[in-house]
């Protein structure tokens, strides 16, 4: 790292950060020029993380050189990771889409929408059994029936079974039946879930927080990966901005500043993004020229009925029409979508 | 709630969203303008959450009339609430400074700063013993021995403990200690946790998440209010924008605007709005003039040795006078700080 | 419009809202729910515009109904509006790609960009005389010479001219020169250069403002079609938000969103929105697939002595390749890139 | 400033990176740490200003080591300006309230506001001749009349003017009323109209763009000061951000924050900030104790009959409980309120 000192910093206060640094065991270069005072620091990324050289009298502030994350990035790993779940495949040049309902209603809703998914060549469901609302007057969600519903709809159909964890005491009823655990937007920075599901031998599948920076993001999952699981798929889903066309804006140009950082797989939620049916399919597309690895997309047999989000849900009497677009676009990105 | 159809939505498509309203109880008003038709909804708020009328053929989106919180209003309860905590009061009128260090380290550490607290005129001690931290390679904190040493503070001192709770499973052992339970801004849609804190009987601190808007902040207290607790004090931290000068912006809009609209206690926190040690004085004294109840900074004996957010806390050595400043400016606008 | 009152607001507030919209000739019709009274209003658009209802005693808030903006809107003319450049369409199908400089810097900087651009099978010629630059101390543009320079190229290439006014007394001589004037993004709301552009008998390109809404951003473009001139390009090119990965964020959601409420072709500057040359393909295409009618891009015959934003833009010697991208993928979309 | 080479840049790259750098004369120390090279560059401002050094290959990121602003920044010139205007004095410990319409409607709406502000104890009169309205169906301004009725006012109540300035080829008109010229928002950066009021010898209040940092803050108003005019007034009149319960979020951070960097006095718009009358108050409150020299707050005789933001105006005739409580707080801060 590098510390900036204010103009018109004492000698002395360059040598107590000097010195505070080699407390640490790292190395401090100072170099003065006309005006400001720059000291290079070189140790290790674990011991200056978190040391309060922003604190100390006559520093302006500190730069980081390195990167905060590194199990993730590609510097450690230049390989894309490819997940295999089921036999879906994702990640370097695997393409998966991931659709179903927001949340999981009734068995039939759940079923239909995996028949569905499963027509249009769909490679995973989605679905929720335990939701995170933001009105305590909201459904809920069916908790372990729900999980049930959506294992009855993979033995019909094969499709695996992505779905959302949001306590940590739920871990072992969800694991039963999830292919992949989903950590949401809301549980991003839920640093203790993190650490639970990097315990995990399964996927999972981490949502960019509202007000994530790309950064952070890469730094949710290198939790996840310093637990010692490294199957994690990460997802775009739209940040929060002034912006009200749109519930939220999708962040494409993270999806590509992500994939060039790290090895990870990337998808992007195009439903949430926008909270608009009409607009799900051309950011779909979207999504797809900018270099994501797959789709998570919300379709329901009836949205008019639906609990939760249906406003953005494409019905699946239309899903096929919409799959076809997605997956030939796929393919002619050149990616494997079998 | 109020339906407003597309230009060019046909009369079937406003019988079917008439239908679609009558069929969960509420009672439909068609009024058709020159371009628009526009169809009143009156109903039970609950059952017309989450109704998805947006979903449905010719209609441009819906407008809700009714705030969707109810408990915390002020048309519920038009008094000021007042907590009152081991004798500190804070609401209707009752000012409260909670100070102390980000993290609990060490037991000198802690109980250097409770006395400076307590020297100040400061009415509770914060410290977190379980740290939500952005990096997997940063300190998270000591854990119940943290909490122990709070505790030995608040004996000696009498202050109150302030501290977060991250973890459902930590609830025990938090409560056995914490006088007021921390909900951190990263947590504020944690809906379980939101639950599990709704259940006690003890005042909860709800921090604002970086990207929350006002109404999600009063919606997270009312999940709180709604479980049966109805201390909870609201805790304006800063918001996450586009400025880069100040870690957060801080937002005293939102704490004038939550104190018209709802009767909880407000407070805000200057140390991680700004990230910056020479900003927390001037807008402690904002956040006073702006009608907040209550101030929580951080200050530390040593801040150079801090393990966490140093830059910003104030030495305990001057925290004397900047309680003074706050103090005075909290009697200027007619609180009582005793 | 519709006015919610307050709970709790008498029937003489309600009384004194329904007799001031009258007052200005619009009709008020009132409905009173259990808790709240709602006012709807039809009459003018122009009337009510700026009519402040939420100053009166008793209003809680004023909802439009209506669109702000008419002429630009899909209800007033529902046809793709195609504007032709010297040959080159764009809108309704028809695809373009505008590339250059970000500012022109010598005549063999121009020519060299407007040969690659040419020989790529781009439609337009882009570079900036007069540059809007944050810093007094930053390079300001050639002015007319830099104009005489992009002629010269024009004249070889036969490439239409899109070049950037800034100042309502430079309005003669860059129309003398230039085939599209483009507003930048800092002069999105200049009004008065927006009615300036409204008397042209010239196309425009609207670049959206940085912190613009998709509505601002439509009534901007209402300023100039109100004016007379209906040629109007519409261009994103990333708003400003907290993250730091791109320079800006590029928001797809609202290029397929302006899509749809309005009738103008809407192009997208990958360039700008990123500020990373590494990401200027994958965010090209993103915008192809999210439906936008033509790409602004930057290149550079050597970027590294770019006087302007050389780090995002492409060297004219790789150009081919990424138009060629570009191109096969507009295509594969459907338009027409002829 | 410092340029960070990408982990596995060549000694190649950073040669050229060197060779590049000395080129304008700057000197290059280049620095190699374990994993990353880093090359310190010490140089005239001026030169390395828009040097593309992150076009170059192998270059990760360059870091500014100098503020990009001289002029007006402490480093410069540490003392307060003070700016005396017809004997109000802001700046350097001295306080002033500007107030006024939004816009001038009519000779009795202005001096009937003149007259409540005078007797009130504030110090200018503000209104809009000139008004940057977003919509083109607004009221756009009375132009030169209204800067007459500005004018009849100030001949009666010795109140200076402040007024907006839009257009270049309006500066004459403008600066024969107005004692100080108003750069609004949309218009911080529109850089001609910054270099037309450098050249006056007449005050400027800048306004801060909705999405401008504090930095490009400064940057403009360095535009000014280095054109000859070294009497700025900053303005903070609300960032725009995702929240919607205020019209914009004032931001208080950024005022301390600017008070800190820069010499020149900063107000505060509460008017604007909020968008609501019940938040004036507060947030008016809030900037003095937050440090800012100054107030420009809205006032109207009658709000509900305002052409332009009545929501948000202050009656005249409770405007002196108004300006009785700022000045109260401004005296408690230690100003001079005369």
Redesign the interface.
Known sequence: M?V?MH??ATAEEVARVVA?VEEVGAAA?V?S????T?I?V?GD??EL??L?????PGVERV?A??K?YKLVSR?FHAADTVIDIRGAKIGGGHFAIIAGPCSVETADQVMESARAVKAAGGHMLRGGAFK?????????GLGEEGLKMLAAARDETGLAIVTEL????DLDVVCQYADVVQIGA??M????LLAEVGRLDKPVLLKRG??A????WL?AA??VV?GGNREVILCER?????????RN?????????A??ACHLPVVVDPSH??G????VL??S???????ADGIIVETHPY???????????IPTATFGEYADRVLE?AR??GKDVA
Not at 33 to 36: E, F, I, L, Q, S
Not at 166 to 169: G, I, K, S, V
């Open positions: 590098m900036i103009e018109g505070r270069h170099s020029g006309d005006r400001v720059v290079g070189i990324r674990e993380t978190g309060p050289i922003e604190a100390m730069v050189i390195l905060p510097e995170p609302r933001t009105s305590p007057y909201a459904f809920q949001m306590d940590p005491r809301r549980n920075q839920n640093f203790l509202l007000s920076t790309v950064e952070e730094m290198e939790y310093k739209g940040i929060r901005t002034f912006e009200t066309a749109t804006t999708l962040d494409l140009g993270a999806v590509a500043a994939k060039l993004a926008t608009r049916r009409d607009l051309p950011l597309l979207a999504g797809v020229a900018a270099g949205p008019e009925h639906a609990l939760c989000d249906g406003p953005q849900s676009l002619w990105a």
